[in-house]
């Protein structure tokens, strides 16, 4: 940090001394993790480059229709430019997605059948994941349960994958349809799978149970490595367009990519039976789609760089973070233990302070749909709750885990570093 910014930050911003040795110690710790990651980001650019070379996009492709919108042309082709990037049959990618969520439920409502089971292999599913499976004891929504769709689930094994289980799990039950495979932690304590974890795992479920269905919720991993769940056997993925994938431009929506029918049948709980995805116009979006999907690969790796520096700044600090800055990564969240609720919300009234949209906002936990605690989110965003710009979350629960994620801007990301660590000093 040169002697202007450095000036800035203790005149303007009021950041202490300390935060300011630790954010240069930690700069140099994580120089050789930054050149691992710029060598995957200079390969998924030239990759998703090529994808839209090979379908010859055009300014052509950014008009939309109206109505119906049947053969809207830039929603089609960036259908398979995903298909190509995802090294799939076909994809489906929708402003209609209000949400991850929302195109992980359709690629499960599309997929499943009365009497099936669905079964989760890396322990709970994601928060927002419970009311679609119907776990919790509340009225009836329509949830998977209340169509006669059952869900069993294999919990990790010291924060592993626990082959015998889930071995046991599928030769006991032969309506097991769909293997659900969550990639990122969520709001969990444990590394993100890596894709060559994935890709034992599906060989392992595929040796043991060869016409399952493998899914694999993908939110947060995208462009991470230069392979993706698609890449080793996954039939059917899901994600996010205000993740990595929509390069920090996607106004909103998410995608599905996979098999050709399996993402047929999700269209059809995109829309309805019948029409699936060839209805939908799609209101000027497709200018920042495309745009967004050819800056992600960019953008997501600046989220990582700047997830490993906290990662350092943050146990130079004194505090317990997941993953270590040196263990490779497999999303863009970075987990900090606090043990303590103040610490945690201080965190992230620091993160948000830090941001470029409504840093004079104090956020505050409040009772989020959808999920079952409190959740506490810091998010400064261009985009509404858009998690690949720089923002914090946390359920207000023990023990009070901080998730940070995002930031669009490396130089940005430090500044949210500082502003956090300034807020809850050092251990
Ligand atoms: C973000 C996320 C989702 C979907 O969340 P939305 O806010 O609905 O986009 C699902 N699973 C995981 C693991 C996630 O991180």
Redesign the pocket.
């Given at each position: 940090m040169n002697k202007h910014t450095k000036k800035l930050m203790k005149d303007y911003y009021k950041i202490q001394d300390f935060c300011i040795d630790i954010l240069e110690k930690a700069e140099k710790d994580v120089k050789s993790e930054f050149e691992y990651y710029d060598e995957i980001r200079e390969y998924n650019q030239a990759k998703v480059l090529a994808a839209f070379q090979e379908e010859r996009i055009s300014e052509a492709h950014f008009t939309n229709t109206t109505g119906y919108g049947y053969g809207d042309i830039g929603r089609d082709t960036l259908d398979k430019v995903y298909a190509r990037v995802f090294n799939t049959e076909s994809a489906l990618v929708r402003p209609h997605f209000v949400?991850?969520?929302?195109a992980?439920g359709a690629a499960l409502f599309g997929n499943l059948r009365p009497g099936d089971t669905l079964l989760s292999v890396c322990g709970t599913p994601?928060d927002?994941?419970h009311n679609i499976i119907g776990s919790n004891d509340n009225k009836s929504m329509g949830s998977l349960r209340d169509y006669n769709i059952k869900h069993k689930q294999v919990d990790l094994k010291d924060s592993k994958l626990d082959f015998d289980a889930i071995k046991s799990a599928l030769s006991e039950d032969s309506s097991i349809k769909i293997v659900h495979i969550?990639?990122?932690?969520?709001y969990g304590w444990r590394k993100s799978l890596q894709i060559s974890e994935i890709e034992k795992l599906i060989t392992f479920v595929k040796s043991v149970k060869p016409n399952v269905i493998c899914f694999v919720?993908n939110?947060?991993g995208e462009l991470i490595d230069v392979k993706e769940p698609t890449d080793v056997g996954a039939d059917l993925i899901a994600g996010?367009l205000?993740?990595n994938i929509g390069g920090g431009i996607a106004p909103t929506g998410?995608y599905i990519a996979g098999k050709e029918e399996l993402v047929e049948n999700a269209s059809y709980r995109l829309t309805v039976p019948g029409i699936g995805g060839e209805c939908g116009s799609t209101f000027g979006v497709m200018r920042s789609f495309y745009q967004g999907l050819f800056l992600a690969p960019h953008i997501a790796i600046e989220a990582v760089k700047g997830a490993v520096l906290c990662a350092r700044v943050m146990e130079l600090a004194g505090y317990e973070v997941l993953p270590h800055y040196t263990d490779r990564r497999s999303d863009i969240i970075q987990a900090i233990k606090f043990n303590d609720k103040e610490k945690l919300i201080n965190f992230c009234k620091g993160i948000q302070k830090g941001s470029p949209i409504d840093s004079f906002v104090q956020c505050e936990p409040w009772d989020m749909p959808?999920y079952e605690d409190q959740v506490i989110m810091a998010a400064g965003a261009f985009i509404q709750?858009s998690?690949i710009e720089l923002s914090a979350d946390a359920p207000i629960r023990e023990p009070y885990i901080a998730y940070m994620q995002g930031g669009l801007t490396l130089e940005h990301i430090k500044v949210g570093i500082l502003m956090a660590l300034n807020n809850v000093g050092q251990i």
């Open positions: 949400n991850g969520t929302h992980i994601y927002t994941l969550q990639r990122s932690t969520g919720d939110c947060y996010s205000i993740k998410g959808g709750g998690s």
